[in-house]
């Protein structure tokens, strides 16, 4: 039974189409389908907007930094250059887990288009403003939209792709991210020269939110959310735009899982509650207390969002995006000739990689892949670490960053930008991807939360990387800063190792079943082996 505003509705009695478990064989199914619809494929390229506003405006910081020379009253120092950048990730941080919260409550399309306004807002504000505190402001409203935005649309494309496209559909989405940051890149290298060019840089990123505002209003909520709030014909009109003509039976066959899942689900909450809060009626206020219960107190949740925040946190404090933000910034120290023209390079190789990574992932798997290109990062952060230390002149003075005008480029130079490349390669193909593949974890009843956390996680260690960064290549030296961030990637690769069970090929009930006693890793291993036989 579904409660919906104190109603009881039937969900599976009744069921006019009268769906039955034991379809016959001749009859379509779900995993009959070949390839995904054109309305899916629409749907996906209008919620993937989000994810290349999230990369453009993430990515168009570094270009920026080094553009706004005097132009908010005074050159930037350090501090103001960590405090602009941190205030996006700060207020990502702070808005994804009310995002995890609000889209069970409103549904997943509403944050989409609250996710758009703020975007909007922020990339006009942040053109037009002419003071560091404005700067901070304008970068903090971008971060609440992309902090919802990152949660809600890997979860709205997962919710309303087929299950045999769910994990490319997925993974298309961040390969959005990346493409949003190369776009970055180039816009900000051709606008670098230009007097106010910066602001351009920061205002065209309300372009695309507006054009996908206007897509969204005439998309569809996620069938699985217009279930649960008692609204099946709506949600099974989605499923067949979803699936196309003469597909009934897969639509049927869809439903009757979604609404069998969510009458389980709703078992479990009103055992969780009973027990927790005796007979108070469920309101929108309890209703998040009892999913922070299910999500810490059943072990196989709390497994499964240990696993997701280590994921989210290691892909953060590896250091990756401090090449995002201030590679322009450490390649004009290097002495490159054009720093935001090799910080593309950086930018392509990302979205080049993260493709490579979406031919390959379903074949491979995410913990071999993870396993295999974390050691590669290792490499890539210890061959910068021992680059700095040869290279020929102090390119980061303590007390201020510096580039030695009149000193001819060191040879030592282009082997950092070698062996940073390496590292972005490793990061792309591994962390940068399957980090994100963490809705696949959590069961239906508490994915919105736990996702919610688990993004949470990522900003809050990507706000830590955005204002230690500059602050260690000072204090600590180049040396010091990249050693360190090699360390965070053994440590994290051992804990990959030891908690991160193989989830490829599995179905959703598969990972529950496998965290449900511990975290399955031997027992992922051995099913892996028996289907590659
Ligand atoms: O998965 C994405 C992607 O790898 C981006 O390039 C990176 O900037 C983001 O922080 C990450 O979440």
């Given at each position: 039974m579904v409660v919906r505003n104190g109603a009881h509705a039937p969900l599976i009695e009744g069921d006019e189409h009268g769906f039955s478990d034991h379809a016959e064989d001749d009859i379509f199914k779900e995993s009959d389908i070949t390839s995904p619809s054109a309305f899916i494929w629409a749907l996906t390229f209008a919620a993937g907007i989000s994810g290349l506003l999230f990369g453009y405006d993430t990515g168009v910081i570094s270009s920026t930094l080094v553009s706004i020379g005097k132009d908010l009253g005074h050159p930037l120092t350090t501090l103001d250059k960590g405090l602009i950048t941190s205030s996006t990730s700060l207020g990502a941080l702070i808005a994804s887990p009310v995002a995890g919260l609000l889209a069970d409550m409103i549904g997943r399309k509403p944050i989409i288009l609250i996710a758009d306004v703020l975007f909007i807002t922020g990339a006009l504000s942040q053109a037009a403003i002419t003071s560091v505190f404005g700067m901070v402001v304008g970068r903090s409203i971008v971060g609440f939209a992309v902090g919802g935005a990152s949660l809600v649309v890997p979860l709205y494309i997962s919710e309303l792709s087929p299950s045999p496209f769910r994990g490319k559909l997925v993974t298309l989405s961040i390969l959005f991210i990346t493409a949003g940051q190369v776009v970055a890149y180039i816009i900000g290298y051709a606008l670098s020269m230009q007097r106010n060019g910066w602001r351009w840089m920061v205002g065209l990123g309300a372009v695309p939110a507006v054009l996908q505002f206007g897509l969204m209003l005439v998309l569809p909520e996620s069938p699985r959310w217009l279930v649960k709030d008692g609204r099946s014909p709506q949600a099974r009109n989605v499923l067949r735009k979803v699936y196309a003509a003469g597909k009934d039976h897969a639509v049927e066959e869809v439903l009757h899982a979604i609404k069998t899942e969510i009458v389980e689900e709703e078992a479990t909450n009103n055992n969780m509650s009973t027990s927790a809060m005796g007979n108070q009626p469920h309101t929108w206020l309890t209703r998040p207390r009892n999913r922070f219960a299910e999500l810490f107190c059943v072990g196989g949740n709390r497994r499964a969002l240990t696993i997701a925040c280590l994921l989210q946190g290691l892909q953060q404090l590896c250091g990756f995006n401090s090449l995002m933000y201030f590679s322009a910034t450490i390649f004009s120290l290097l002495d490159f000739d054009s720093p935001t023209l090799t910080s593309l390079s950086i930018a392509v190789t990302n979205f080049v990689c993260t493709l490579l990574a979406l031919i390959i992932i379903d074949h491979v798997g995410r913990r071999r892949l993870l396993l295999l290109s974390i050691p590669v990062m290792v490499v890539g952060l210890i061959a910068s670490s021992v680059s700095y230390e040869y290279?020929?002149?102090?390119?980061w003075v303590h007390g201020s960053a510096s580039s030695t005008p009149g000193v001819a480029q060191s040879p030592w130079a282009v082997v950092i930008l070698i062996a940073i490349t390496i590292y972005v390669c490793g990061y792309a193909i591994g962390l940068g991807n399957i980090a994100w593949q963490q809705s696949e974890l959590f069961p239906l009843s508490v994915r919105s939360l736990g996702c919610g956390l688990a993004t949470a996680t990522n900003w809050g260690s990507n706000f830590v990387v955005g204002l230690t960064f500059l602050p260690m290549m000072e204090y600590l030296t180049p040396v010091w800063t990249f050693a360190i961030y090699s360390l965070i990637c053994i440590v994290g690769w051992v804990c990959c190792w030891a908690i991160y069970p193989e989830t490829r090929g599995l179905g959703l009930e598969d990972v529950r079943d496998l965290l449900?006693?511990?975290?399955?890793v031997e027992e992922s291993l051995r099913r892996a082996k028996l289907r590659d036989l």
């Open positions: 290279l020929g002149h102090p390119s449900r006693d511990s975290y399955g």
